[in-house]
């Protein structure tokens, strides 16, 4: 019976076995069977489609090279756009506005068109009695003694009266122009910075140069290149210099910048006065910004300015004059 039963358990365990065999033959005789039934052609697009299909590598890989390629074009467009800001700004060319004012030049001042200046007693009306006089004229009406005249040896007739009333027109170059106020007289240039380069990088953004005049030396010393390395050149004919030039009035801490950038350039300021030559081009940009700055005012004509201050403040990359501030003159 153990025989028996033993025979019975184990005849199933056998033929499980070789059913499983069967089955995997029969799974392995299938799979062959499908590739059997392909051609050389289509078994060679097969193996080529299993070659192309897309795996987790190359998606990571694509994410990896796109990233790049955008970092890539927009550090380019950052490059383009810092060597655009580097680049020098094309200068706007701005017509001259002519001015044509009246001046007296050497003439005496006075009250037409003469020639000749006003006589002593003419000039005397005009002036306020100083104490000096007003003691001595205190001392004259108490004095009982007369003053004399010396005679001269001329047969002149002896007149303090002048026979001239002077010049009426403004100081300035000789002519016949407008009623207006120069520019040199009007005109008041500030400057603001909080170290010597960079109100020197100013200056050499304006082609503003620096001199120095009078003392014991004859012609002016120009300095230039105040930003880096200052260069100086000497002119002895003054006369020759056409171009505006402004001076300091009123003390400033400015003003120890031009004595110190002067010296750098080797010259010699004791004594001596310094000044900023104005560039035409900039002097014409000037008289174009006043001018459209009077108009938005209501004055369509420089004649009626009697102040303009203008102020240099930083824009982009470099610098511009501004109108902050300007007066009229009274019935003009």
């Keep these: 019976m153990a025989s028996s039963d033993q025979n019975v358990i184990d005849e199933p365990q056998i033929d499980e076995k070789s059913n499983i065999t069967s089955n995997d033959g029969a799974s392995q005789g299938a799979g062959s069977a499908s590739t059997d039934g392909m051609t050389e052609i289509q078994k060679q697009r097969l193996e080529e489609r299993e070659r192309l299909r897309t795996s987790k590598f190359d998606v990571v890989t694509s994410l990896f090279m796109s990233l790049i390629l955008f970092i890539g074009a927009f550090v380019l467009m950052l490059f383009i756009v810092w060597l655009t800001m580097r680049m020098p700004e094309r200068v706007k060319s701005f017509p001259p506005i002519e001015e044509n004012a009246a001046g007296r030049a050497d003439n005496a001042e006075g009250f037409e068109r003469d020639f000749e200046p006003p006589g002593a007693e003419e000039v005397e009306e005009l002036m306020e009695p100083t104490l000096q006089d007003t003691i001595e004229a205190v001392t004259d009406a108490v004095s009982s003694v007369a003053g004399a005249l010396d005679t001269m040896n001329t047969s002149a ?176």
């Excluded at 002048?162 to 122009?177: A, H, I, L, M, V």
């Excluded at 304006?206 to 005049?213: F, R, S, V």
């Excluded at 080797?266 to 030559?277: E, H, P």
């Excluded at 104005?278 to 300015?305: C, D, F, R, T």
């Design 157 to 332: 007739t002896a007149s303090t009266a002048g026979t001239g009333k002077g010049d009426s027109r403004p100081p300035g170059p000789e002519g016949e122009g407008e009623d207006i106020i120069p520019r040199f007289e009007r005109w008041q240039l500030n400057f603001s910075a909080k170290g010597l380069k960079p109100y020197a990088s100013q200056l050499d953004y304006y082609k503003i140069e620096l001199g120095a005049i009078g003392g014991s030396v004859q012609g002016v010393d120009y300095a230039s290149n105040l930003a880096s390395k200052p260069k100086s050149r000497h002119v002895d004919d003054s006369e020759s210099e056409k171009r505006l030039y402004f001076m300091w009035t009123t003390p400033s801490p400015l003003m120890q910048f031009d004595r110190t950038l002067l010296t750098q350039a080797g010259i010699n300021v004791t004594g001596r006065q310094m000044l900023k030559f104005i560039p035409e081009q900039l002097e014409n940009e000037l008289a174009h910004i006043e001018l459209e700055y009077a108009k938005e005012k209501g004055h369509p004509s420089v004649v009626s300015i009697a102040k303009t201050i203008f102020q240099s403040t930083a824009s982009g990359s470099g610098y511009q004059f501004e109108v902050v501030d300007q007066r009229y003159r009274k019935g003009k």
